[in-house]
């Protein structure tokens, strides 16, 4: 894509938004019930594309039994108020009742209290009893303290979820960072890891032996990267450059493929609809999923970086519940923004397309819309 000048010497690619692309049917289309949504990642066969975020907001030890048992994945954040406190009920209660003006030093106060490794294995086993597919995630900073933990509990997919997560990091004097391509080889369960957001990070984590990428950063509902570093990347470009990257390191492996996994900036079914379009194989839902009434956040939302130590990148938002988590992912919808039914909707915009599936549908036409 040709650079625009953006003054003097520096100049800048032109890059596009869910808002700024739209998906242009064919000539044909088909009924919705003969197109299949499944998604298998290694050896996790699914009935949807889509893993709930793991944010206290989004996701409970409950949540994801009941998302699992739904055909798809609730990711639990380990480094939340469900492995510092024993009942972490009261936090969050508190958390949704917090002023606007002290939320976010309140917030900090409350996830400083330490990680638990035995709740860690303890909140783990709870959803492995249940049946379902269990994920659970880890920052960069604490995957190499905890993993031995995390693993010895029995999860079956690893996320490694940050702002930006990079397989080539300059620690510069700090704690010597994680050696990804040996932390991944060393591990006996599928890694998915993120975000990046461009061809060549999204290659090298490839490299590094990730089962799946997260794509996104600073594109969440209520993250403030974009204030607070200047970092942000539309995320439909984003998607097209990682899954470009997946093209090239598909012939490079010699067939390895790597699911990539939009993750940001979804704020309705349609942009579900237009990140697979885009290349992503499955999403990761925030704050669509925070809005089921059964949701930890009761109605609010906020991401890990709310509660940054030093640097806060997220805030506490206000989203509202629309209904059941089932009536968010499978219907029926009694609105009509696109925040309910979205396996429903996404099913009827690949029909409506003439597609049988997300992978074919990685084919359809899209428009760039005019600005």
Not at 189 to 211: E, F, W
Not at 231 to 254: C, F, H, K, N, Q
Not at 274 to 286: E, R, T, Y
């Amino acid at each position: 894509m040709a650079e625009v000048e953006i003054g003097g010497n520096r100049r800048g690619r032109p890059s596009y938004g869910f808002d700024d692309i739209a998906i242009v049917p064919s000539r044909r289309t088909r009924d919705p019930h003969s197109v299949s949504v499944a998604w298998q990642i290694d050896a996790y066969r699914l009935d949807m594309p889509l893993m709930l975020a793991p944010v206290d907001s989004v996701v409970s030890p409950q949540v994801a039994i009941e998302a699992g048992r739904l055909g798809g994945i609730g990711v639990l954040n380990l480094e939340g108020v469900w492995t510092r406190y024993e009942d972490p009920e009261p936090i969050l209660a508190e958390i949704a009742s917090l002023d606007e003006a002290t939320a976010t030093q309140r917030m900090q106060e409350l996830y400083s209290a330490p990680i638990r490794t035995e709740l860690i294995a303890e909140r783990i086993q709870q959803v492995r009893n249940a049946g379902v597919t269990v994920a659970a995630a880890l920052s960069p900073q604490r995957t190499a303290e905890l993993h031995k933990h995390v693993v010895e509990a029995g999860v079956d997919l690893f996320v490694i979820r940050g702002t930006t997560v990079s397989a080539e990091h300059d620690a510069a004097g700090g704690p010597e960072p994680l050696n990804l391509k040996r932390f991944i080889y060393e591990l006996d369960v599928p890694v998915i890891v993120g975000g990046c957001a461009n061809h060549q990070a999204a290659l090298h984590l490839m490299r590094a032996g990730a089962a799946g990428v997260l794509v996104g950063f600073g594109g969440g509902a209520t993250q403030t990267t974009h204030s607070v570093l200047g970092v942000r990347v539309p995320m439909a470009t984003a998607i097209a450059d990682v899954a470009a990257a997946r093209r090239d390191y598909l012939d490079e492996s010699g067939g390895r493929y790597v699911h990539v996994i939009a993750d940001g900036g979804l704020l309705s079914s349609g942009d579900i609809a237009k990140a697979i379009a885009c290349g992503a194989d499955a999403a990761m839902l925030g704050s669509l999923a925070a809005r089921a009434d059964g949701a930890p956040g009761r109605g609010w939302h906020w991401g890990s970086e709310a509660y940054h130590p030093d640097l806060p990148r997220s805030e506490r938002r206000f989203v509202g519940t629309t209904g059941s988590l089932r009536s968010v992912l499978l219907g029926p919808s009694t609105r009509a923004d696109g925040t309910m039914n979205l396996v429903g909707a996404l099913r009827k915009a690949i029909a409506t397309a003439g597609y049988g599936d997300p992978k074919e549908f990685q084919r359809v036409d899209l428009s760039a819309i005019a600005r």
